[in-house]
């Protein structure tokens, strides 16, 4: 019951409120307000257990509640090239370095340098977070579909192309509200 009060909330707001069409969005600015929202440990906690759970990409994530935040219109098939980006580039990139910093934490009693090495490897996973920020922004900045969008982008995603079951799907998005 509250997931559909979350997303009619959502579509009174776009009936409200003027609707952007296509905006210029900047990356800077999704990621100030990454920041801020990813800083609430209930929506941290959601979005790695989808992270983790069924692959979902947290910056494409973020960048959803983002749009709906700034009443900025995604189609579907937008969200649909937006997630092919996104998870080419993380799966070449991203998915591996996380993978070797998880595997750097058995090292913590043999490592001389251990802390040292962690920080470097934190901040280039973050750099490389930086960077599929920007390739979901410049891929929406050049995305022209037409077709109808949905009244909740982010569950649309998690739901249509996730395939996350509506059991988790109802209790994170209350999580993300």
């Keep these: ?3 559909k009060k979350v997303c009619l909330k959502s579509s009174k707001h776009l009936n409200k409120r003027k609707l952007t069409l296509q905006p210029n969005l900047q990356s800077s600015n999704l990621w100030q307000f990454a920041l801020q929202y990813y800083s609430k440990s209930a929506r941290s906690r959601a979005l790695l257990q989808l992270q983790d759970k069924y692959a979902a990409n947290i910056n494409l994530c973020l960048l959803l509640k983002y749009l709906s935040q700034q009443n900025i219109i995604v189609s579907t098939s937008t969200i649909a090239v937006l997630h092919a980006h996104v998870t ?22 043999t490592m001389e340098n251990y802390s040292v090495l962690r920080t470097h490897m934190l901040n280039a996973e973050l750099e490389l977070e930086k960077q599929e920020q920007q390739l979901l922004v410049d891929a929406f900045n050049r995305s022209t579909a037409n077709d109808s969008p949905p009244t909740c982008p982010l569950k649309y995603y998690l739901e249509n192309i996730l395939a996350v079951p509506k059991t988790d799907l109802d209790q994170t998005l209350t999580q993300l509200a």
């Excluded at 070449?92 to 910093?101: A, D, E, G, K, V």
Aim: charged share 20%.
């Design 1 to 3: 019951m509250r997931l």
């Design 88 to 109: 080419e580039f993380s799966q070449n990139y991203t998915q591996p370095l996380r993978q070797i910093r998880a595997n750097f934490k058995q090292s913590l009693q």
